[in-house]
Antibody, heavy 121, light 108 residues
Framework: QVTLRESGPALVKPTQTLTLTCSFS??????????VTWVRQPPGRALEWLAL???????YYKTSLRTRLTISKDTSKHQVVLTMANMDPADTATYYC?????????????WGQGILVTVSS | SYVLTQPPSVSVAPGQTARIACGGN??????VHWYQQKAGQAPVLAVF???RRHAGIPQRFSGSNSGNTATLTISRVEVGDEADYYC???????????FGGGTKLTVL
């Protein structure tokens, strides 16, 4: 059974760096074509893709946020970490991690429950 | 960057057919995926690769993709189908994933 769980702070201050961890089980990021992605959703708004990391350590970022985002993986710990620098109240959102087993361009078949991050002083 | 356009809302009566469109430039050349998100829950994959239903999704859900429009069709709509629906593609030009703005399905 595949599970993903997001963890991190519920509240961050403006200008701080957000660090989120996706802990997963039921699959390995050593497996060919396996990828983990991050998606966020501001309250009442649409899904917004942020970043993706592949089994062979290729990394993809949303173009408009590229300078603020870093995605990395710890295969042995079954974790993927996303950092977002210079947080702003507009970054308040529920952040989800999800996985695809069919390559970076494919669909996301499993999702975590999400973590709400509020940016406020 | 690539843009996907969805109607903000679609309303149907129970038992009727709902069609949710997702527009994009030559979207027919891409693989389109659809997610269902019920209130307060994480998204759930519904249809992938244009027409393939994910495990556990009723046969009432189907997808099509041609030209500049992909469509998610829900036949014999039930109250339990009320949710937000999002289309998704991968943009090979910018190498990033793109979601549509979402469509709220209301079952009257």
């Amino acid at each position: 059974q595949v599970t993903l769980r997001e963890s991190g702070p519920a509240l961050v201050k403006p200008t701080q760096t957000l660090t989120l961890t996706c802990s997963f089980s039921g699959f390995s990021l050593r497996t060919e074509d396996m990828c983990v992605t991050w998606v966020r959703q501001p309250p009442g708004r649409a899904l917004e893709w942020l970043a993706l990391i592949s089994w062979d350590d290729d990394k993809y970022y949303k173009t408009s946020l590229r300078t603020r985002l870093t995605i990395s993986k710890d295969t042995s710990k079954h974790q993927v970490v996303l950092t977002m620098a210079n947080m702003d109240p507009a970054d308040t959102a529920t952040y989800y991690c999800a996985r695809t087993q069919d390559g970076s361009e494919s669909h996301y078949r499993d999702w975590g429950q999400g973590i709400l991050v509020t940016v406020s002083s | 960057s690539y843009v996907l356009t969805q109607p903000p809302s679609v309303s149907v009566a129970p038992g009727q057919t709902a069609r949710i469109a997702c527009g994009g430039n030559n979207i027919g050349s891409k693989s389109v995926h659809w997610y269902q998100q019920k209130a307060g829950q994480a998204p759930v994959l519904a249809v992938f690769d244009d027409t393939r239903r994910h495990a556990g999704i009723p046969q009432r859900f189907s997808g099509s993709n041609s030209g500049n429009t992909a469509t998610l069709t829900i036949s014999r709509v039930e109250v339990g189908d009320e949710a937000d629906y999002y289309c998704q593609v991968w943009d090979n030009i910018s190498d990033e994933c793109v979601f549509g703005g979402g469509t709220k399905l209301t079952v009257l």
